[in-house]
């Protein structure tokens, strides 16, 4: 197999990695222990860290690459952008979904709803339910955008699921979702997925506020 497919195959990997939530803020990935694992030298590996890095997934950091640590500035940005683009996708989605899409989405909720007190299991069941809907995004140039900001909303997401009156809002917002998708309205999933989005933002800013945030 040449570099190239190599560097194809381990950027995938990594992406799918990411999107699915497996890799926490905490985590750094560092090409040589990738490379060891995935049986590569170590070039191929930092070529695909390195168009992560590019597509915004990760940053680099002195110990390796990371999710990005965002400022405040640039947070506020994402949110402006998730709010242009995100109520439009998911009114698509809810137009085109199949039976095998709702039976994702439901799926995906139920492991959110069930995950209690670990964080983990919710931010798993969280990830699979806005994967699960990104798929039912037929239009491709959309759906690659959205994901290219999913490191940033890890980031923010693991600064706010520790705190149960968040993740009961964000249940919330999922099973309304959840509701326009099973009715095929995607006027109303737009709506939600706006009101969704401004909670969202509500709940990291509170979070920021509080001082073992700031440390």
């Known amino acids: 197999m040449s570099r190239a497919s190599h560097r ?3 950027h995938e990997t990594l992406r799918l990695r990411l999107l699915r939530g497996e890799v926490g803020p905490e985590v ?23 168009q992560l890095v590019s597509e915004g997934y990760l940053e680099g950091t002195s110990r390796g690459f990371a999710l990005p640590n965002l400022s405040a500035e640039r947070i506020a940005e994402v949110f402006t952008l998730r709010r242009l683009l995100e109520p439009h996708a998911v009114a698509c989605a809810a137009r085109d979904r199949t039976e095998a899409d709702l039976a994702t989405l439901r799926a995906a ?4 709803e069930g995950a209690a007190a670990d ?5 798993r069941g969280c990830e699979a339910f806005r994967n699960a809907w990104l798929e039912a995004v037929r239009n491709t140039e959309l759906r690659l955008a959205i994901q290219r900001y999913s490191g940033q909303v890890q980031s923010v997401r693991f600064a706010t699921m520790p705190d149960p009156v968040a ?3 964000i249940v919330a917002g999922l099973r309304a979702l959840l509701d326009a998708f099973e009715a095929g309205d995607g006027p109303a999933a737009s709506d939600r997925m706006l009101r969704f989005i401004y909670d969202a933002e509500t709940a990291y800013t509170e979070n920021a506020a509080l001082p073992e945030c700031r440390a």
Do not use: K, N, Q
């Not at 694992?37 to 930092?46: A, D, T, Y």
């Not at 909720?109 to 959110?112: D, K, P, R, S």
């Open 119 to 123: 964080v983990a299991a919710f931010h």
């Open 28 to 50: 750094r990935l560092v090409d040589h222990a990738i490379a060891e694992e995935m049986g590569v030298s170590r070039m191929p590996v930092r070529e695909a860290l390195m």
């Open 167 to 169: 993740r009961r809002t």
């Open 8 to 10: 194809t195959r381990i």
């Open 109 to 112: 909720l139920g492991v959110a």
